[in-house]
Nanobody, 116 residues
Framework: QVQLVESGGGLVQPGGSLKLSCLASGFPFSTYSMSWYRQAPGKERDWVAT????????NYADSVKGRFTISRDNGKSTVYLQMNDLKPEDTAVYYC?????????WGQGTQVTVSS
């Protein structure tokens, strides 16, 4: 079955950096687009970034453009989210996502807290 396991979250000061990882299994990883979403307390889950499979095109929400970078390593079935210049408003649980066989699959999430 499809499994997505996020890691790399933590507490960081404003202006700091974190790199999230998502290890995927149960589907042909290299042929599917992968995305990151986030959900802040009391808010809806929002899309953050997507990376396609074949062309490796990336897209970002305006709120993170220029600060976050999504990448993938098909040999390791892993998608990454490099987050730089973090702001308190980036505080959220970050989720990895794949849309496979008409179903959205999610990991368990990893908490990112940006605070001084």
């Amino acid at each position: 079955q499809v499994q997505l396991v996020e890691s790399g979250g933590g507490l960081v000061q404003p202006g700091g950096s974190l790199k999230l990882s998502c290890l995927a299994s149960g589907f042909p990883f290299s042929t599917y687009s992968m995305s990151w979403y986030r959900q802040a307390p009391g808010k809806e889950r929002d899309w953050v970034a997507t990376i396609t499979s074949t062309t490796v095109t990336t897209n970002y929400a305006d709120s993170v453009k220029g600060r976050f970078t999504i990448s993938r390593d098909n040999g390791k079935s892993t998608v990454y989210l490099q987050m730089n210049d973090l702001k308190p408003e980036d505080t959220a649980v970050y989720y990895c996502n794949v849309f496979y066989w008409r179903t959205h699959y999610w990991g368990q999430g990893t908490q990112v807290t940006v605070s001084s």
